[in-house]
């Protein structure tokens, strides 16, 4: 039976094509990614096509995004998502902003005696329902390895 969502999604992946050396450029540089079957990486691949077709990326100046830095970005943000049958989990936001270094973030907090603190928090991410997602670039190009740091993953989840 024909399915209009299908249809299109077909039609986002061709008309997007990643060439292969980009891709193995960035799969090098994912080390986490190792252990993926052939399977799962192509699974992988078309949903981080079908995630950059969908959300938009803003960079703040000074950061510069490279076709590598998107699809690095895009592969971290759906690997959670990997098992998980496609029903739009990404669907409460539509942008990410990329910031060139960590940011203050205005926080408050009442006490259980009803005072109220307010402070300003460094922050390298924030997320919220309806978006926009926020993280610092430096955040972003340190995720990826294998030493237990992933801002993208965490902030998406």
Avoid: C
């Avoid at 986002?12 to 292969?20: D, E, G, H, V």
């Avoid at 399977?39 to 995630?51: H, K």
């Avoid at 430096?138 to 993208?152: A, C, I, R, T």
């Amino acid at each position: 039976m024909w399915s209009f969502r299908a249809w299109q999604r077909k039609r986002i992946l061709a008309r997007n094509p990643l060439s292969p050396e980009l891709w193995q450029r960035v799969l090098d540089s994912l080390p986490m990614l190792d252990g993926l079957s052939d399977e799962e990486l192509m699974r992988l691949r078309e949903r981080a096509v079908l995630f950059l077709h969908d959300k938009r990326l803003t960079p703040l100046p000074g950061v510069e995004l490279q076709p590598e830095d998107r699809l690095r970005l895009a592969l971290q943000a759906q690997l959670p998502l990997l098992h998980l049958a496609e029903l739009g989990w990404y669907r409460g936001f539509h942008e990410i902003v990329l910031y060139p270094d960590d940011f203050l973030s205005p926080q408050k907090h009442r006490d259980a005696a009803g005072v109220e603190h307010e402070w300003d928090a460094e922050h390298s991410g924030e997320a919220w329902l309806q978006g926009p997602v926020i993280l610092a670039w430096p955040g972003v190009q340190q995720s990826g390895g294998w030493e237990g740091y992933n801002l993208v993953i965490h902030e998406l989840a």
